[in-house]
């Protein structure tokens, strides 16, 4: 028979379980890890099967924190509501088919395992060790490159759909010694790791006026300059605790000022420490008042702002990039931060071939093909916009995309009922696979090329006003003005013609090298194929708050009308956009014209935003307009989102400061209990996940 015994992981400084739990279960066996792991582990399993409730440690000193697995009966676990982190379902010593026999009392089989970890020697306090941190890894659905990866990192321990995380440990392997456990996932979830930190500063400052902000950032000045150069735990506490005051008093104010309908100017301060800080709160001071004379945005690169006249709210606008921004170990750390977030993606669909992870995550991250591409930054787009939306409540007002960033816009935004469906048609549609891309046999026909001619094609990024290229078009027929982009634009097709296009031009291109042709003459013949395609049910409800910009409509035939939404709209719309030049500068320009003010990127690296800050900037318009990234490729993924948060909240956009607070109010009651002695504390009850 499988063990089936529930495991709960849990660090020094955890809560214990609640009275009314405690009262209902035996008391706990304390069984500690002397110098044999094995005879420990056997000697808690057989408690546990005569229903005892086991509490299973190192040796240590009085005093001392120490880590800590509870163990009790599944049967137990889920009669008092109990969700573990994982189930002992196998255990077996003294044979060098330990794995084999593991896995037969767990009624697993080798095929099931999604995680094998193997050493020959580790001592007993070792074994205790990996022991914690494999059941503590299941519950934060988390896996650790091996460490002879060239991307040795950890990341979201990807399972195929419905399929449960199974892990084994094999100790001193390949000796008669040898002893193996079978692990396999649970309910429970370890609890999100906090957004802010004593070393991930986030305080937020307003005032009617320049006199009321100075009071306010000369006040957190003095408060923070009373804590000392080197914090200990006490200190930690006491900034902590300034923090989820600072945050707590803001939403309050913002509560106040939404009934009474006034607006306050509001600063967001961000560092690394309370050294940073306090630097932050000087240069900001210094540049107050030409800031508000000016109207100006102010940005620092640690992540402060300040919006003294802010007009986008009712203008917040998503942008949606397209093929390409993808990048390995992209939100690599989002599942520490949001685990509930996850498991609901998890169940939706299949998050493994939503994000590529094969390819993202791998040990050695592989090219990936126009397909893998699409698919994976559609499911940047919809993680991102579902973390925004669904965690801090941010609504947009306009949704637009650049390129095929269109199809993440309706995937993304509770337009179609299941997005999830075109992972697979994408991965096998000729469209992708081989009309324009692969073989290129869109472009083949529109050339009449034989099977036996070859074609090498390239697309390059050109600094040249588009009417130049256009002229020039007819005497190069295979090449073509694919995009336009602010100072930019893209010239695609036979690389020999595009670049003897580029010479006579006089101008230099930047190859992208990467074979694709939308938004060239040849992909029209697949319009209809790309149409029907698109041609997707959509949701019951739907978003009607949103007005859908497409630049679709930028095209003569369709004379500037909003999309309709409608499966066969939707459908006819990316299509249009897909066979055709994309005005990525007139889309932006529409845009503005009819409302949006903040594009806030939704997608892996910041690519768009950087070219809506050149078209805003040669419309001389960033007082009016600015771009928010939610993701930066180089840069800390967290780090990048509080930036962002930081912007949507100096632009007094709404919001939801639960993320943000939640995390320091555990961190304040984790802080009160770090002094309190191991001994008088037991595990702490965990955040489950459905079934």
């Known amino acids: 028979m499988p063990l089936r015994i529930a495991l709960l992981a849990q660090a020094a400084d955890a809560a214990g379980l609640s009275a009314d739990i405690l009262a209902s279960l035996p008391a706990i066996q304390h069984i500690a890890i002397n110098d044999n792991f094995n005879a420990a582990l056997q000697t808690a399993i057989q408690a546990v099967n005569q229903g005892q409730l086991v509490q299973l440690t190192l040796q240590c000193k009085p005093n001392e924190p120490q880590q800590r697995l509870l163990m009790l009966s599944g049967l137990a676990a889920a009669k008092n509501k109990i969700h573990p982190h994982a189930y002992l379902a196998g255990f077996a010593e003294g044979s060098v088919n330990s794995l084999e026999i593991a896995l037969n009392q767990s009624r697993r089989q080798n095929a099931d395992l999604s995680h094998q970890q193997t050493s020959e020697t580790l001592a007993a306090d070792q074994q205790f060790l990996a022991f914690f941190n494999m059941v503590d890894d299941i519950a934060r659905r988390t896996l650790h490159a091996a460490a002879h990866a060239a991307n040795n990192a950890s990341h979201y321990w990807f399972t195929e759909p419905h399929k449960a995380r199974v892990a084994s440990l094999t100790f001193n392997a390949n000796s008669d010694s040898e002893s193996s456990l079978v692990l396999t996932q649970a309910t429970g979830l370890q609890k999100a790791q906090s957004l802010l930190n004593a070393s991930r500063l986030f305080f937020v400052l307003s005032g009617l006026n320049e006199i009321e902000l100075s009071v306010q950032l000369e006040q957190l000045k003095q408060r923070l300059a009373d804590l000392p150069n080197d914090l200990t735990p006490n200190d930690n506490a006491a900034l902590i605790a300034l923090m989820t005051k600072n945050l707590a008093q803001y939403q309050t104010d ?233 100072d930019t634009c893209v010239l695609a097709g036979c690389e020999a013609t595009c670049r003897a296009l580029l010479k006579k031009l006089g101008k230099r291109g930047i190859a992208a090298n990467r074979v694709t042709a939308m938004h060239t003459t040849p992909a029209l013949s697949q319009h209809s194929q790309v149409t029907e395609f698109y041609t997707q049910p959509l949701c019951d409800e739907l978003p009607m708050d949103i007005k859908f910009i497409s630049a679709a409509g930028l095209l003569p035939q369709n004379q500037n009308v909003p999309v309709n939404i409608d499966s066969q709209s939707i459908a006819n719309s990316i299509a249009d956009t897909f066979c055709t030049t994309l005005d990525f500068t007139a889309l932006i320009r529409t845009a503005r014209e009819q409302g949006a003010r903040l594009f806030v990127e939704i997608g892996a690296d910041r690519q768009t935003s950087t070219l809506i800050d050149k078209i805003n900037r040669t419309d001389n318009v960033t007082t009016e307009s600015c771009t928010v990234a939610a993701n930066a490729k180089g840069g800390e993924d967290i780090v990048t989102l509080l930036k962002c948060i930081a912007q949507l909240i100096t632009h007094q956009i709404p919001l939801s400061l639960s993320p943000l607070l939640q995390g320091l109010e555990e961190q304040v009651n984790a802080l009160k209990l770090h002094s309190v002695s191991s001994a008088n504390t037991t595990p702490n009850t965990t955040q489950g996940e459905p079934v």
């Not at 991102?384 to 609504?395: G, N, P």
């Open 254 to 486: 913002v509560s106040s000022s939404a009934t009474s309908s006034i607006s306050l100017p509001t600063i967001v301060l961000q560092g690394a420490s309370v050294t940073a800080v306090l630097q932050e709160i000087s240069a900001i001071s210094n540049a107050l008042p030409k800031v508000i004379a000016e109207k100006s945005h102010y940005k620092t690169p640690a992540g402060s702002c300040f919006s003294p006249a802010p007009n986008s709210k009712g203008g917040v606008t998503f942008v949606y990039p397209g093929v390409g921004t993808v990048y390995p170990g992209m939100f690599r750390d989002f599942h520490q931060y949001f685990p509930a977030l996850f498991a609901q993606l998890e169940r939706e669909g299949n998050l493994k071939e939503m994000l590529q992870a094969e390819k993202t995550y791998g040990e050695n991250p592989a090219e990936m093909t126009l397909g893998e591409l699409a698919i994976a930054g559609v499911g940047s787009s919809y993680l991102l916009t579902q973390l925004l939306c669904e965690e801090f409540a941010v609504k947009p007002d306009f949704a637009l995309g650049y390129s095929k960033g269109e199809a993440s816009m309706w995937a993304s935004l509770g337009v179609w009922k299941n997005p999830h469906a075109l992972i697979e048609l994408t991965q096998t549609s000729p469209i992708f696979t081989t009309a324009i891309s692969g073989k290129l046999t869109a472009v083949r026909e529109a050339w009449q090329l034989t099977d036996a001619e070859e074609i090498t094609w390239n697309s390059f990024v050109v600094r040249c006003e588009s009417a130049t290229i256009e002229a020039l078009l007819p005497e190069f027929p295979r090449a073509y003005l694919a995009i336009i982009q602010g």
